[in-house]
């Protein structure tokens, strides 16, 4: 059967947004007044039709050839430079009225845009503009011209593939976070029996390596055996759980082990101090580790990790998961495959997410359908648990019809190697969740976040805000989140904290959606931040500093700036925001030697969150009230601002004002003007701090 996209093309987010620019009066009356070729708009718009027409067929098409995958990553950046180029125009004739108003009184924002262009010489800017509108009519004619090449289709209706819908089915706490485990009684016996036993000859930590293939639930299985009540019987001193994943670095592993089993932070910058500490933390102790997500063949950088893991009481354990036999050899384990699920265990899984709540058997139509889709799943209790959850949604027979003969089963994961059930899921996702989605690519693997992380990298996207005036952007986040939640896409740590992860693979799905349109740097990775990065997240280890892009890239095309952890830069900010024009999202959180803004601030005129918390900074200069695009401002923890800037009420677009533990002792003037405008903060009252949420409303 050929692929139907149910959900809507990620494409046709970006396309919306591009054509509700088209459609301003702005762009038009600047035409006019510059006296630019206004049939260059009309091809621009017919251009993206034509691509729009081919959006459905090629976001299928993705997982199943690599070169639709290279096309629509292409089309993509197009299109946005095309907003780009829209959005520069919007801007300059924004800033002309705004200067103009300065001097004169005009009756009509239009009059004031088309009288000062017509008094403006400035030819260069028009030859600019159409320079760069051909260039990308080019770029498209010739993108479009490949759909032969490709066999791509077009959609019987341009458009018909945007969804802007919010998930059906919102549920308060979506995913369920229980102590149920199938088919795996054996498996877990037999890690008891090994934790228990007394048969370790030698006085070393006994190492045990569960192996087995991606989402076949190897670090499940470990934490139910970790969280099991009968571990406590073995009178451990010590448990401990760390998460390795992809880079074995020697000095990071060494310090969350100690940072894991000391239940503290350590800023250690020498590694024979770390392994000092870690041996005065274990000597004569009884302790329990996981190593979660190993990968490592280099023997030599194990024994330097385990050099302070050997002076730990007789009885002690190393407990592994990995994908590989190999590192089970390298680490000197034994080790023990797990093997997919049975049939049975299978379909008990899958029904438990596909039919959750509802006690009865399902139809005899329901079960047969629903029993070929869990033997394509291949025993991974990932795909079931990600199956369940999809057609948890889908109400009719011929819906779980179309996902079982949905050709997608057939790729090859040689090819793309994301798994088949994750990314038939995701092609029934709407337009706007794909994109909110795509985001989780600036994430590292097994990084934990808050919810809110997201949030506020959502809270950059137009349609949040023009789609759904009847409800808040924090609403529409929160129904996103949780749909993803509901799908199995993020897994809840703790129940009684809201802290969530994604699977390796799920981030895989992620990372392949999103190109290197969303990208991840690691200070000393050898990956490069490509040409067409527009979102971008850093991650530096202890010591380590981010010293700017050098030649890596075009950074003024960045849209999203952010670190995932502390930052410390070795270059000026005055030089950092010289070189973003286009920057949507700025967090600087956690850059802790950040002292003050400089006024370059007020550059970034299209900023719409501004992230300044846990930061020296003292003071905020009065350019930020320029940005009159902002919307959120946060200043947590910044615990020497003393004061906020008195024309902050400017701001008209700022919604959420954030400001907690700092000395700030009064809201700015005016700002209860501000319509729909929440201010979190806290003041000291007594001998406490006591909260204040504010919202004012219009």
């Known amino acids: 059967m050929a692929l139907e996209l149910v959900g809507g093309a990620l494409l046709s987010v970006f396309l919306e947004v591009a054509f509700q620019k088209l459609a301003s009066p702005q762009i038009l009356d600047f035409f006019r007044a510059r006296k630019l070729d206004q049939k260059l708009l009309n091809k621009l718009e017919t251009k993206l039709h034509s691509i729009h027409s081919l959006a459905d067929d090629a976001e299928g098409k993705q997982f199943t050839d690599p070169h639709v995958r290279n096309w629509l990553l292409k089309v993509k950046d197009v299109v946005l430079d095309a907003e780009d180029l829209l959005d520069d125009i919007q801007m300059l004739s924004k800033r002309k009225v705004d200067d103009d108003s300065e001097s004169q009184t005009f009756t009509g924002c239009t009059c004031k845009v088309l009288d000062f262009f017509k008094s403006s010489p400035f030819s260069s800017l028009n030859k600019e503009i159409e320079s760069r509108m051909k260039q990308i009519l080019d770029d498209l004619e010739f993108l479009s011209s490949q759909k032969g090449d490709l066999g791509l289709k077009t959609a019987s209706g341009v458009g018909s593939g945007l969804s802007n819908d919010l998930p059906h089915k919102s549920q308060t706490t979506p995913l369920v976070v229980g102590t149920d485990i199938y088919g ?32 076949v639930g190897k670090t499940t299985l470990a934490q139910h055996v970790f969280n099991d009540p009968r571990v406590d019987e073995a009178k451990f001193d010590v448990k401990a759980w760390v998460c390795v994943s992809e880079e074995f670095d020697v000095f990071e592993v060494s310090r969350v082990i100690l940072e894991a089993v000391s239940e503290s932070t350590d800023h250690s910058k020498d590694l024979e101090m770390i392994h000092r500490r870690l041996k005065e933390n274990l000597i004569e102790k009884k302790f329990f580790l996981v190593l979660d997500d190993v990968w490592i063949e280099n023997q030599s950088k194990w024994e330097e990790v385990q050099k302070s893991l050997v002076f730990g009481a007789k009885g002690s354990r190393i407990l592994v998961t990995t994908r590989t036999k190999e590192v089970a050899s390298t680490m000197g384990s034994k080790d023990h495959s797990l093997k997919q699920l049975e049939e049975y265990d299978s379909w008990k899984l899958f029904a438990k997410h596909a039919f959750r709540d509802d006690d009865t058997q399902p139809n005899a139509e329901f079960k047969e359908i629903g029993m070929k889709i869990v033997k394509k799943c291949k025993g991974l209790p990932l795909a079931l648990k990600i199956m369940g959850s999809l057609l948890y949604k889908k109400s009719s027979i011929s819906e779980w019809k179309s996902v079982f003969q949905s050709e997608i089963w057939e790729f090859s994961q040689n090819r793309c190697d994301i798994v088949p059930a994750l990314a038939l899921s995701y092609i029934h996702f709407s337009s706007h969740l794909k994109v909110c989605f795509a985001y989780c690519a600036l994430f590292s693997k097994d990084y934990e976040f808050r919810k809110e992380d997201l949030f506020q990298l959502w809270m950059t996207e137009n349609f949040l805000h023009c789609s759904h005036h009847s409800r808040t952007p924090e609403d529409v986040c929160q129904q996103y989140f949780n749909d993803l939640l509901s799908r199995s896409f993020f897994q809840q740590l703790d129940e009684k904290e809201e802290v969530f992860v994604m699977h390796d693979l799920v981030h895989d799905l992620a990372k392949y959606v999103g190109g290197d349109m969303y990208f991840m740097w690691e200070v000393g990775k050898s990956d490069k931040i490509q040409k067409d990065t527009r979102h971008f997240s850093v991650k530096l280890r202890y010591n380590q500093y981010f010293d700017g892009f050098g030649k890596l890239c075009n950074s003024e095309r960045l849209r999203t700036f952010m670190p995932t952890g502390f930052l410390l830069i070795n270059m000026s900010i005055h030089e950092l925001f010289s070189k973003f024009k286009l920057l949507r999202m700025l967090s600087l959180c956690f850059v802790l030697d950040l002292q003050e803004l400089p006024d370059s601030i007020g550059n970034l005129e299209h900023l719409r969150s501004l992230d300044l918390s846990n930061t020296a900074i003292k003071k905020l200069p009065e350019k930020i009230c ?65 909260f204040f949420t504010h919202l004012w409303s219009q």
């Open 184 to 215: 795996r009684d054996h498996d877990k016996e037999l890690i008891f029996d090994w934790l228990i036993s007394d048969n370790n000859i030698q006085n070393q930590p006994s190492i045990l390596s569960i192996v087995g293939i991606g989402g």
């Open 626 to 690: 320029s940005l009159t695009h902002l919307q959120i401002l946060k200043l947590n923890f910044c615990r020497d601002l003393e004061d906020l800037p008195s024309n902050l009420y400017l701001l008209t677009n700022l919604y959420r004002l954030e400001f907690i533990e700092t000395k700030v002792r009064k809201v700015p003037p005016h700002l209860e003007k501000r319509k729909n405008l929440e201010v979190v903060m806290n003041f000291s009252v007594g001998h406490g701090r006591e």
